[in-house]
């Protein structure tokens, strides 16, 4: 399916990712590839295409924040899914150029296939985004992307995750039995969160694991995977959720069953977790990346990308904070500022530096990952991988990370935020983000 939307506004909550013209080209002609023709006049707006994996809940907040900014931009909005289908998944982006697409923003259900899939796009000269894809020592300035892969970003996973399963433990007295509900089997940003939950999990030895269940990250599938599980496990205390989508299918199990013992944790932010949490006292909060905020600068990267803006190299991997949402009255807050059928709330041409020059502002605190030791390395190595021997960053790049400008990009970034977030922490208990959770622990030395 592909959703066309030209920059008109939004009819409904839903509308994002669902509806539109139903387009049989993607399943007859998977592997037809096509360029971008020459823009000009009318064809020179930017057309972005959303590329994700269906049933996939925090992925409807970054559609909504590419559509917005597209919109904002002069731009127009595209989009298509796939059910998990990894043929399906390589063979669509095929045929984005002939689909005029300029810029992809996606959310691949395998990291290994992000540079195929970059070069598949750079072939048709379109820009690309990943998000939440940061295969283990893969630069997106290797020149067979030729310019084109404009990098990664996603939060800080581990973090997030740690923050959310001490906050659980925390709440249920520290002891008892827990059920850890995965996303994808030996996915990045799934086995982060695992790294983030272990480092939790070791404050508290009077908890127990008595099983593990992975789901894909779909919610419909974390209901089957948890109600498999608990006629063994009946008194479970815990369920350990890695996104807000795995909750809300784990609550239905719990529902169903009738238990009303065990508590839950999100991780995303979704505006379907929020509401619940104002009925469901279980649900003790979630790490909000507000991932709509992600899908805004995508728009305003790709747009600044086609406008001859150049980025320090370093910017081509990215982190951004995640709001700790661990009352009631906090999630009914940011619900005011992300719920679908709220205002948008961010001014995307603010973002671009196009438009702005150097006064270009963000609403979010965003801050250059350190792949080589925080992602891959040892430090803490929340996706520990060996350095292949013959690995080399570009010289660009290199340069940059020699000259330690992560901090001065930091610092940068920092003094640029225009925070729109602050009734949201005043309601909450825990007032810091995720980001910097380690360092605070000492685990980054």
């Not at 509401?275 to 995508?298: F, H, N, P, Q």
């Not at 190595?381 to 690995?391: H, I, L, S």
Request: with cysteine.
């Amino acid at each position: 399916m592909i959703v066309d939307s030209a920059a008109s506004p939004m009819t409904s909550r839903r509308s994002v990712l669902k509806g539109g013209a139903v387009l049989g080209l993607l399943g007859a002609f998977g592997s037809l590839t096509a360029c971008a023709p020459a823009a000009s006049g009318e064809d020179s707006k930017i057309i972005g295409m959303m590329h994700y994996i269906s049933n996939l809940l925090a992925l409807e907040g970054a559609g909504r924040g590419f559509r917005e900014g597209l919109m904002q931009l002069g731009g127009e909005y595209k989009s298509t899914s796939y059910d998990g289908d990894q043929q399906k998944m390589m063979s669509q982006p095929e045929l984005f150029g002939a689909l005029r697409a300029t810029g992809v923003l996606s959310f691949l259900v395998a990291d290994g296939a992000v540079p195929m899939y970059a070069s598949t796009l750079a072939r048709q000269k379109i820009s690309y985004l990943s998000l939440g894809n940061r295969p283990t020592w893969t630069s997106p300035h290797d020149p067979r992307y030729n310019g084109y892969f404009l990098g990664t970003m996603g939060t800080s996973f581990a973090e997030e995750a740690y923050v959310m399963a001490d906050l659980l433990l925390k709440r249920g007295g520290g002891r008892g039995t827990a059920i850890v509900l995965g996303g994808v089997k030996g996915g990045l940003s799934s086995e982060a969160r695992m790294f983030g939950v272990k480092q939790a999990l070791s404050n508290y030895p009077d908890v127990k694991v008595v099983a593990t269940a992975y789901t894909d990250w779909d919610t419909t599938k974390a209901q089957s995977e948890l109600s498999a599980l608990l006629p063994t496990y009946p008194d479970v205390d815990f369920i350990i959720t890695l996104s807000d989508g795995i909750a809300i299918g784990a609550l239905a199990a719990l529902k169903a069953t009738r238990n009303t013992r065990a508590l839950l944790m999100g991780a995303d932010g979704d505006p379907a977790f929020l509401e619940a949490m104002l009925k469901e006292d279980r649900l003790v909060g979630t790490a909000a990346g507000v991932i709509a905020v992600a899908g805004a600068y995508a728009a305003a990267r790709i747009y600044d990308q086609a406008h001859g803006v150049e980025f320090n190299p370093l910017e081509s991997f990215l982190n951004y904070d995640s709001l700790i949402v661990d009352t009631p009255a906090a999630a009914e807050e940011l619900l005011k500022l992300t719920s679908p059928d709220s205002p948008f709330p961010y001014d995307v041409t603010k973002m671009s530096r196009h438009l702005q020059g150097d006064k270009w502002e963000f609403p979010h605190k965003f801050e250059v990952a350190d792949v080589e030791n925080f992602d891959w390395g040892s430090k803490p190595g929340v996706n520990k991988a060996e350095r292949p021997a013959d690995f080399a960053w570009p010289e660009s790049y290199q340069t940059a990370l020699d000259a330690g400008e992560i901090e001065t990009i930091n610092m940068d970034w920092a003094n640029r935020i225009n925070d729109p977030y602050g009734p949201v922490r005043e309601k909450a208990e825990t007032k810091s983000g995720a980001l910097g959770t380690f360092k605070a622990l000492g685990l980054t030395t």
